[in-house]
Structures are given as structure tokens and as C-alpha cells.
């Protein structure tokens, strides 16, 4: 079973999005969920992390005070809210879950991914 993505679309400079992850069927009882995104001809970027079991999260800078990564453990579900996009944020939106409990920035640490969902800011 997949992670499933959602909550992408078109938005203005300065706007806001929430993104969410869920697995049904699966739960998120332990280890690390992190967001990535992915813009044409780059590389998959971490942008958010968190440790399901602690709650403690960590995010680069380029994202660092404009995006919250949040657990919500009664719906299973991992969500991405991003205030203040710029355009330099427009990618493909990835969610993913890691075995591992320390937060990792590399995409090669996660073994489940979802689908991806377009985020898509305007100047």
C-alpha cells in the first residue's frame, strides 16, 4: 500500500497550502515521515521531517519558519502547511516514511513513497 498525497494546486505568491499524507491501512506508530519536493531538472529536496514517536521535527533553511510539518495521530495522517510560498517553491510534493528515528535529509534513508503532489506557485 502506498502513501497517498494530496492537497496541491495553484497558488499566488505569499499564499498558503496544506498538504497531507495518509496510508490506509497502515500506521505511522513509530520512526520518521518526511516531505521531499521535486522542481523539473533538480533533485529530489528534503523540505520537512518528523519523528512520529517524539514529535520532534527539523526542516532546511530554505523552508525554515515558513513551513510546519504536523502529525495528526487519530486519522494517521502527516500533514505539510507552507505559509508564504515563493515561486522557487514550486515542485512536485512527495511524503515518504522512514525505518530509521533520526530525521534524514536523504532520500535514499525512506522506503515507502507516495505519488506526489504539484505545488505550483505564481509570481
Known amino acids: 500500500v502506498q502513501l497517498q498525497a494530496s492537497g496541491g494546486g495553484l497558488v499566488q505568491a505569499g499564499g498558503s497550502l496544506t498538504l497531507s499524507c495518509a496510508a490506509p491501512?497502515?500506521?505511522?506508530?513509530?520512526?520518521?515521515m518526511g516531505w521531499f519536493r521535486q522542481a523539473p531538472g533538480k533533485e529530489r529536496e528534503f523540505v520537512a521531517g518528523?519523528?512520529?514517536?517524539?514529535?520532534?521535527?527539523h526542516y532546511p533553511d530554505s523552508v525554515k519558519g515558513r513551513f510546519t510539518i504536523l502529525r495528526d495521530s487519530a486519522k494517521n495522517t502527516v500533514n505539510l502547511r507552507m505559509n508564504n510560498l515563493k515561486p522557487e517553491d514550486t515542485a512536485l510534493y512527495y511524503c515518504?516514511?522512514?525505518?530509521?528515528?533520526?530525521?534524514?535529509?536523504?532520500?535514499?534513508?525512506?522506503?515507502?513513497w507516495g505519488q506526489g503532489t504539484l505545488v505550483t506557485v505564481s509570481s
Open positions: 518528523i519523528n512520529w514517536r517524539t514529535g520532534s521535527t
Open positions: 491501512g497502515r500506521t505511522f506508530s513509530s520512526y520518521t
Open positions: 515518504a516514511r522512514s525505518r530509521l528515528e533520526v530525521i534524514n535529509t536523504t532520500p535514499e534513508r525512506y522506503y515507502l
